[in-house]
Antibody, heavy 117, light 108 residues
Framework: EVQLVESGGGLVQPGGSLRLSCAASGFTFSGSWMSWVRQAPGKGLEWVAN????????YYLGSVEGRFTVSRDNAKDSLDLQMNSLRADDTAVYYC??????????WGQGALVTVSS | EIVMTQSPGTLSLSPGERATLSCRASRSLSNNYLAWFQQKPGQAPRLLIYDASTRATDVPDRVSGSGSGTDFTLTISRLEPEDFAVYYC?????????FGQGTKVEVK
């Protein structure tokens, strides 16, 4: 069974940093593209970033490019999202997602990030 | 970026009725890379349909997807109680991958 467990969410002040992690199990992690997708409170879904199997290709939502960095450790079956210069509009539940190609197939339960003073 | 527009915003129906949800892309989708997701309150989204018309694992056959190019439809032939939820379409062929704003299917 595919399991994706996010950690590292919490409350951070505007301008601060936070690192989300995702522990993956139940599938061949090194064989999958992985994504982060977020959802602001009461709002819709927004794709944030994705990363190729070997980490060689990464894509970002325009509004986070230069502030967020996605990375992975295939030896540890883990995915990270380093978030810097956080803003109030980054407040959301962040989902770790296993992709098949670029299709979002399996989702974690999400980690809440709140940016507020 | 490709803008995805869903209609209607809310659909009020009774169990047993047919639900028809629309999704329109601002330009033609390559290879019809269009997916539909279902989300219930407090839960993560669940993949229902991909490649516009292929059902994902364990999705009942009362749920179907159709369309091509820029216009796509999700149909639930007879609504069951577990079908009342929010539905999102997403194009996943071109970065940035973009979602529609969602259609809520609620009990009338």
């Amino acid at each position: 069974e595919v399991q994706l467990v996010e950690s590292g969410g919490g409350l951070v002040q505007p301008g601060g940093s936070l690192r989300l992690s995702c522990a993956a199990s139940g599938f061949t992690f090194s064989g999958s593209w992985m994504s982060w997708v977020r959802q602001a409170p009461g709002k819709g879904l927004e794709w944030v970033a994705n990363i190729k199997q070997d980490g060689s290709d990464k894509y970002y939502l325009g509004s986070v490019e230069g502030r967020f960095t996605v990375s992975r450790d295939n030896a540890k079956d883990s995915l990270d999202l380093q978030m810097n210069s956080l803003r109030a509009d980054d407040t959301a539940v962040y989902y770790c997602v296993r992709d098949q190609g670029w299709l979002h197939v399996n989702w974690g339960q999400g980690a809440l990030v709140t940016v507020s003073s | 970026e490709i803008v995805m527009t869903q209609s209607p915003g809310t659909l009020s129906l009774s169990p047993g009725e047919r639900a028809t949800l629309s999704c329109r892309a601002s330009r033609s989708l390559s290879n019809n890379y269009l997916a539909w997701f279902q989300q219930k309150p407090g839960q993560a989204p669940r993949l229902l349909i991909y490649d516009a018309s292929t059902r994902a694992t364990d999705v009942p056959d009362r749920v179907s997807g159709s369309g091509s190019g820029t216009d796509f439809t999700l149909t639930i032939s007879r609504l069951e109680p577990e079908d009342f939820a929010v539905y999102y379409c997403q194009q996943y062929g071109t970065a940035p991958k973009t979602f529609g704003q969602g259609t809520k299917v609620e009990v009338k």
